[in-house]
């Protein structure tokens, strides 16, 4: 399955959902709809699609790499981890080419794998003073080992 877009990336995981049982309660959108919180009967989810690895884990924690043999990895920013921490939700993970992974957000922070991104994202403030915020997100990190095959 090529999954290239968040609007066939998240009926493809509800209906993964479904076809393990679960019944979907409520959606919430976030990351300008990047991101989908999924409620369902028996568990939360927060949803992330993401088109590639993030390449150079190895390079911005070359001694965890060292020490625990793991290459790639991948990431989420430390706001959308705190949403899914605190709606008690396992995060998916669905990649282009339609394979859904899982890992719990305690997991990631446990890792504290973290770390501040060099160039600042620009954000417009919310005060309609159209005014922009330049922010160095931080992010927290993963060996791909941590993952799960959720699908």
Same mark, same amino acid.
């Given at each position: 399955? *090529?999954?290239?877009? $968040?609007?066939?990336?998240? +009926?493809? =995981?509800? *209906?993964?959902? #479904?076809?393990?049982?679960?019944? =979907?309660?409520?959606?919430?959108?976030?990351?300008k709809g990047r991101h989908c919180l999924i409620k369902t009967d028996c568990a939360n989810y927060?949803?992330? /699609?993401?088109?590639?690895?993030?390449? &150079?884990?190895?390079?911005?924690?070359?001694?965890?790499?060292?020490?625990? #043999?793991?290459?790639?990895?991948?990431?989420?920013?430390?706001? !959308?981890? $705190?949403?899914? *921490?605190?709606?008690?939700?396992?995060?998916?993970? =669905?990649?282009?080419?339609?394979?859904?992974?899982?890992?719990? +957000? @305690? @997991? =990631? @922070?446990?890792?504290?794998?973290?770390?501040?991104?060099?160039?600042? *994202?620009? !954000?417009?403030? +919310?005060?309609?003073? $159209?005014?922009?915020?330049?922010?160095?997100?931080?992010?927290? &990190?993963? +060996?791909? /080992? $941590?993952?799960? #095959?959720?699908?």
């Amino acid at each position: 399955m *090529n999954i290239q877009t $968040k609007e066939r990336a998240f +009926p493809h =995981v509800i *209906n993964t959902l #479904r076809q393990k049982g679960f019944k =979907v309660k409520d959606i919430t959108y976030y990351n300008k709809g990047r991101h989908c919180l999924i409620k369902t009967d028996c568990a939360n989810y927060y949803v992330l /699609c993401k088109h590639d690895f993030f390449y &150079s884990f190895n390079k911005q924690f070359p001694q965890y790499v060292e020490e625990n #043999r793991s290459g790639f990895g991948d990431s989420i920013n430390a706001y !959308y981890l $705190k949403i899914a *921490n605190k709606a008690q939700a396992w995060i998916l993970f =669905v990649y282009d080419d339609g394979k859904i992974y899982l890992i719990h +957000p @305690k @997991k =990631v @922070k446990e890792l504290d794998l973290k770390r501040t991104q060099d160039k600042a *994202n620009e !954000y417009l403030l +919310p005060n309609f003073s $159209k005014s922009i915020q330049q922010v160095n997100e931080v992010t927290y &990190s993963f +060996p791909l /080992c $941590k993952l799960k #095959r959720f699908d």
